[in-house]
């Protein structure tokens, strides 16, 4: 039997795999609410997206996809949080205006590289603006995972991985030795 890796999965799910470059490029925001449904059908193709992944892989950190991660070069993510019934955070054209001084350092998953997992430092606070489809901007604080769990997803958006915050020297492990999985975010 051929054995299928995360990674080999995920790219069968329709998820873009690293060294991809739309990977490594600024996602083009939207023009909000002139592109309004533009950005509702990215948004509607991102949720379709995450349905496919989640019939396959279950999320207790929680979960969250960016366009580019489908081939939509746009600036549009959502984030499932890990609390069970809580809504989808939409994030159209995010940007992180504040960050707290306090971080910690837990490993994160991709799963646009999904044979491995990486230790990456965060803040454990942020504040985040993000526009919704009429065009209002609003700033919400997010902590902990949650804010962990955005924090990755704008940087798909700026074009970065999270192997790009990692601290020098630190290499990601392979998924196989990884031992959270299953398990929701410690703080």
Request: with cysteine; net charge negative.
């Amino acid at each position: 039997m051929i054995e299928v890796r995360p990674s080999q999965q995920m790219q069968s799910l329709g998820v873009i795999q690293q060294g991809t470059p739309i990977l490594n490029r600024q996602a083009e925001p939207f023009d909000l609410p002139t592109e309004r449904a533009t950005a509702q059908a990215v948004i509607d193709e991102l949720f379709t997206a995450v349905d496919r992944i989640g019939r396959v892989h279950s999320f207790a950190k929680g979960m969250g996809l960016a366009a580019p991660q489908i081939g939509i070069p746009r600036a549009a993510a959502i984030v499932l949080p890990p609390t069970p019934g809580a809504e989808p955070i939409i994030l159209l054209n995010p940007k992180i205006t504040a960050v707290s001084d306090e971080t910690d350092e837990q490993y994160e998953g991709c799963l646009s590289f999904f044979d491995v997992r990486g230790m990456v430092p965060r803040p454990l606070r942020m504040d985040v603006t993000a526009a919704a489809l009429d065009g209002t901007v609003t700033t919400v604080p997010y902590a902990f995972g949650l804010a962990r769990l955005i924090a990755h997803e704008i940087d798909h958006l700026d074009g970065l991985l999270y192997t790009d915050r990692m601290r020098s020297g630190v290499q990601p492990i392979p998924v196989e030795e990884y031992r959270g999985t299953g398990s929701t975010w410690s703080y």
